[in-house]
C-alpha cells in the first residue's frame, strides 16, 4: 500500500545533514514541513532555499511562521511557493498526510 | 482522529516547546492525544526540581499542567529515566536512592508503551529528533 | 486496532558510542517482542554501526554487534541501508556485522511510501 | 597569576534559540564582569545570533539581543564575525544587532594565535 | 603544569568518559588539576540518582570517586544545574523543592569559577563541546 | 605574542561542521588530535581523510588509538602521518602547546 507522507524537519540545513537527506528521498506527492531552526532553510540566497525551489511542484512546502518570525527571518524574502502555518494548521496538515516522519 | 506524540529531546531543547505547542492544538481542534511518550533527553520534563529564571518559561510545569488538565496518559520511558537519574518512588526504592524526583501524573513505563501508541494512534508524530 | 501495520524505522542519527544507538535498537527489539513487523534503515551516521571489528570495549562500552545480531533472532529480517550514507564515509556493503539491503535514494522514498508507520531515531 | 590574559571566546555552534547560546554569552559577561578582557568571535550556526529583528517573544524567549547589547557596556569591544559562516547563510555583515568585524579564515587563524586562551562553546 | 578542566556533555555522552581518562592521565603524569567544572548537561554528572544497567559503566559514580580519591576542586555551574533540576541541599530549601539529588563532593557555584581557572591554569582543556 | 595551539576535534566530519572550520583556520605550526567520533575523519577514501593529507606538512596530526579501534577503523589503513596515542601522551601534548581549542 503505498501512502502519502510529510516530512518534518527541525534541524538548520547548514548544521545537519538531515535536511539534505530528505531532500535526497522525498517523492513526488509528499509535503515537507520545516519547523525550530529548520527554517533556516530559507535564508535568502543560500544553497538550502534554492534545493527547495527545485523540488518538483507536486511537493507542498510549509513552514511554522511563528518560528520563522522569531529568527528574524523577513517573510517578504520567502520563496512564494512556501505557505506560513500555525500550529492549529499543522495538526490540520498531519491529518491530511498519511503519515508524518520527524527527521 | 486519535494522535500518539512522542519527544525525545529535553527541556533545554526548543521541541520541548514546539511538541507542547501541538499537543495543545491537536485537542483544540478536536482531536484525542492517546499517548504522550517521553523517551531519551526528554525524560528530564518529568522532574520536579528544575527551577527556571523567572523571565524564562518552565516547561517542565507546563507540561504537568497540560496533561493534569486533560486527564492524558503520558508515559516516560523507564529505562531512558533510570540513566538519566529521574526516579519515582517506587524506583527510588526498588534502587536504593534517597529521594524521588518525579511522580504523578508522570508514569514510568517501557517502550512498549511507545509500540502500542504506534499501533494503535491514528496518527504519530515525534518531536525532537 | 490495526495490530498488523508494518513499521519501518530509520536508525539515521547515532554513531554506535551513542547511547542513543543503543535507545533505537532498543525500540526496534521493543517492536518485534511485542509482534509488530518492523523494518530497519541505517542512514547517514546510523549506517557506523554496522562497521566490523569495533573493539568497543576498549572504551568500556557494550558492543552493539550483539544487539545487532539479535535483531534476526527476534524476527527483524528486513534490514535496509543508504548508499549514498556509505559512500559518504567511504564504505562499501558486504563486509557488515550483519546483513543489510544497499538501497538507494529512490528506493528509499518506495520504502517510506509503503511502509505504514515510519519512525526516524 | 597573569590576571591580564587575553582570552578569546569562539561561539560557534549555537543558533539563539538553543538555551546553550545564552549560555555561551553568559560566560563573555561573567568574565568580563571578574575584568578578564574577552573578546567574541561567532562563527557557524553562532552568527545567526546577530540577525536583527528576530522576535523571539513569539516562542516565548527572550532576546537574544539584549544580552548581545550588552557586551559592549561590560567592555567586551573586540567582536569578531566570520565572513565564511555569513556567506554560508547568505548574509552580509553591517545590518545586525551589534556591531561585528566581518574576518576572513586568515584573520581567524590570527587571532587565535595571538590570544592568550581561547574557548569555542 | 597545573590543568583546569571543564566538560560540557551529559553522562550519557562519550566526552563525559573522555574528560576523565584525561583528568586521571593528568594527575598520573604529575600534574596538578586547579579545578574541575561542569557546565550544561554535565551538570547531571552531579546527580545521586542516575542507575545504570550493570553492565554499562556508571561514569557519574567514577567522577565523584575520582574527585573524592584525590581531594579535587569540583564545581557545578550553580545556573545550569538548576534549570537542569541538579540541586543540593542549600539549593532545594532557597526553591523550596522536596528533596535534593546532589552534595558532596560537587560544590554548586557561578560561572566566574571557570573565568578564574581559566586564569589562574597552565593550561585548560574543555570537553563535551 | 603568537602562541602555538592544539586543535582537538570530537565530532564526525560527516555530521558536523567543525571539522571543516577547523581545518580553514588552523595555522602551520599547529597541531590536530581527533577524538571520540572525530576519528570518523581516518575513514579510507573519504573527502575528510583526503583534506587532511593536503595539509601542510608542518602540521601534525594525532588520533586517540582506542576511539580508533573502538569505532572499527583498521589501523593499517590509517594515513602514515596520523600518530595514534594514548591519554597519558594526550597530557603531554598539552603540555607541548601553548593551549587547546575544543571544537
Sequence with gaps: MRSTLLHLLRHAPQDDTHFATSLRVIGPEQGLLLIEDAVYALLPRTSAVNAMQLLPASIRLFALESDVLARGLAIDDLPQRVSLIDYPDMVELCTRYDKVLSW | MKFAIALLAGPQDPAARSALMFAEAVLAGGHQISRLFFYRDAVHLASTLGVQPQDECDLARRWKAFINDNGLDAVVCIAAALRRGILDAAEADRWERPVANTGEPWVLSGLGQWVDALQTADRAVTFGT | ?121
Tied chains: 1, 6.
Design chain 3, 1 to 121: 486496532m490495526e495490530p498488523d501495520l508494518k513499521s519501518l524505522l530509520v536508525i539515521s542519527r547515532q554513531p554506535p558510542t551513542a547511547i542513543a544507538a543503543r535507545e533505537a535498537l532498543d525500540l526496534a527489539l521493543a517492536a518485534a517482542a511485542f509482534g509488530v513487523p518492523v523494518s530497519l534503515l541505517f542512514m547517514d551516521a546510523g549506517v557506523l554501526q554496522l562497521l566490523p571489528g569495533q573493539e568497543s570495549t576498549l572504551i568500556e562500552q557494550k558492543p552493539v554487534a550483539s544487539n545487532l545480531q539479535a535483531l534476526p533472532m527476534f524476527g527483524v529480517e528486513d534490514l535496509f541501508v543508504c548508499q549514498h550514507s556509505l559512500a559518504e564515509r567511504g564504505l562499501q556493503p558486504g563486509r557488515f556485522i550483519i546483513n543489510c539491503k544497499a538501497v538507494d535514494s529512490a528506493e528509499i522514498a518506495t520504502l517510506l511510501e509503503h511502509h505504514d508507520q515510519v519512525v526516524a531515531l
